[in-house]
């Protein structure tokens, strides 16, 4: 079975209901130098441009690109048989009335499709009982998962604002889906040039984000999450080496190990950590396109190097690849 695996979801009707269309506008943070807009590109279509910052365009929604029968269209012609549904980057500051609106969206397409499509819940990140509530509806009605952003304004997932939330799908167990924000928290070097910007900063945002939930104490406070970081979680594996600890190639004393300090919260437990390689699939934010998206998960062994019970080193493979 092909899965794609990051087939994105929008609302059709907001590119021809005006109100609707200001509801979804009025709700970008302009006060955190976010800018939105509705402008009609070169070929005549509609489209929501999202600035971020504000002069800086970073997410470019098009009429036409995400309803129903264009995506599977696209599935048929790619051979891929199952997508996941995840929203382009607007969820970092919907409120939940429009949460719910994207959510009812996705359900009713998901349903239109046979089991073709399968939605990820759409909330924001913060664990009042309306959130939850939304939260676990969606859940209890087979939504596969809840879908987040790297970054809500200048906090990544790691952060305490967001434990009542975390905490709450930790007791569920529930898989966390997280899609990268245009640019990194910290990005004024990377503003002048659009494919620095775009590209580049996206990657430097999710390895921002997966570093913290490794090196603080995320698993830690939640065992029971799998995190599942898009677009191959940034630049992550490129210097995963560097990251991360790991056993030598050759035998060295004991004393060399002894002295290496552990940069673990805890050395008694293994951590995982997902993520998810998705191909760029063309211009258009919404489809498998021509393009066959694959998924590979890799288990993450927190402690590279551990003592066992009689104070020698163990050494334990960095990673353990799981398809």
Same mark, same amino acid.
């Not at 002069?55 to 199952?82: H, Q």
């Not at 489809?287 to 402690?303: H, K």
């Given at each position: 079975?092909?899965?794609? #695996?990051?087939?994105?979801?929008?609302?059709?009707?907001?590119?021809?209901?005006?109100?609707?269309?200001?509801?979804?506008?009025?709700?970008?943070?302009?006060?955190?130098?976010?800018?939105?807009?509705?402008?009609?590109?070169?070929?005549?279509?509609?489209?929501?441009?999202?600035?971020?910052?504000?002069?800086?365009?970073?997410?470019?929604?098009?009429?036409?690109?995400?309803?129903?029968?264009?995506?599977?269209?696209?599935?048929?012609?790619?051979?891929?048989?199952?997508?996941?549904?995840?929203?382009?980057?607007?969820?970092?500051?919907?409120?939940?009335?429009?949460?719910? $609106?994207?959510?009812?969206?996705?359900?009713?397409?998901?349903?239109?499709?046979? =089991? $073709?499509?399968?939605?990820?819940?759409?909330?924001?990140?913060?664990?009042?009982?309306?959130?939850?509530?939304?939260?676990?509806?969606?859940?209890?009605?087979?939504?596969?998962?809840?879908?987040?952003?790297?970054?809500?304004?200048?906090?990544?997932?790691?952060?305490?604002?967001?434990?009542?939330?975390?905490?709450?799908?930790?007791?569920?167990?529930?898989?966390?889906?997280?899609?990268?924000?245009?640019?990194?928290?910290?990005?004024?070097?990377?503003?002048?040039? !659009?494919?620095?910007?775009?590209?580049?900063?996206?990657?430097?945002?999710?390895?921002?984000?997966?570093?913290?939930?490794?090196?603080?104490?995320?698993?830690?406070?939640?065992?029971?999450?799998?995190?599942?970081?898009?677009?191959?979680?940034?630049?992550?594996? #490129?210097?995963?080496?560097?990251?991360?600890?790991? =056993?030598?190639?050759?035998?060295?004393?004991? !004393?060399?190990?002894?002295?290496?300090?552990?940069?673990?919260?805890?050395? /008694?437990?293994?951590?995982?950590? /997902?993520?998810?390689?998705?191909?760029?699939?063309?211009?258009?934010?919404?489809?498998?396109?021509?393009?066959?998206?694959?998924?590979?998960?890799?288990?993450?062994?927190?402690?590279?190097? $551990?003592?066992?019970?009689?104070?020698?080193?163990?050494?334990?493979?960095?990673?353990?690849?799981?398809?």
């Amino acid at each position: 079975m092909i899965i794609d #695996a990051n087939s994105y979801w929008f609302d059709e009707r907001i590119f021809h209901d005006e109100t609707l269309c200001e509801q979804f506008l009025a709700e970008v943070p302009r006060a955190y130098d976010t800018e939105g807009y509705l402008t009609v590109n070169s070929v005549g279509k509609r489209q929501i441009v999202i600035e971020m910052p504000a002069g800086s365009p970073g997410l470019n929604y098009i009429e036409g690109d995400y309803t129903l029968e264009k995506r599977l269209a696209d599935m048929d012609e790619a051979g891929v048989d199952k997508a996941i549904l995840k929203l382009p980057g607007c969820h970092e500051w919907m409120s939940l009335e429009m949460c719910r $609106r994207f959510n009812d969206g996705m359900a009713a397409d998901a349903k239109a499709s046979n =089991g $073709r499509l399968i939605p990820l819940v759409a909330v924001p990140p913060f664990g009042t009982k309306a959130n939850l509530e939304e939260l676990d509806r969606r859940l209890d009605d087979g939504f596969a998962g809840v879908q987040l952003c790297a970054h809500y304004g200048k906090r990544y997932l790691d952060d305490r604002v967001f434990s009542s939330f975390f905490e709450h799908l930790n007791e569920r167990n529930v898989t966390v889906y997280v899609h990268h924000v245009p640019v990194p928290v910290e990005n004024e070097s990377l503003l002048a040039y !659009d494919n620095l910007r775009r590209s580049y900063g996206r990657c430097v945002d999710q390895t921002t984000a997966i570093g913290r939930e490794i090196f603080g104490d995320f698993f830690e406070r939640y065992p029971n999450i799998k995190m599942v970081h898009s677009m191959l979680g940034g630049a992550y594996f #490129a210097f995963k080496e560097m990251l991360l600890p790991h =056993g030598p190639k050759r035998l060295m004393p004991l !004393d060399v190990f002894r002295s290496i300090p552990r940069p673990f919260p805890s050395a /008694s437990r293994t951590t995982s950590i /997902s993520t998810c390689p998705m191909p760029s699939l063309g211009a258009r934010h919404s489809s498998p396109a021509r393009l066959t998206c694959w998924v590979q998960t890799i288990l993450f062994l927190a402690r590279a190097i $551990r003592l066992n019970a009689s104070g020698s080193p163990r050494v334990s493979p960095a990673f353990v690849p799981r398809v």
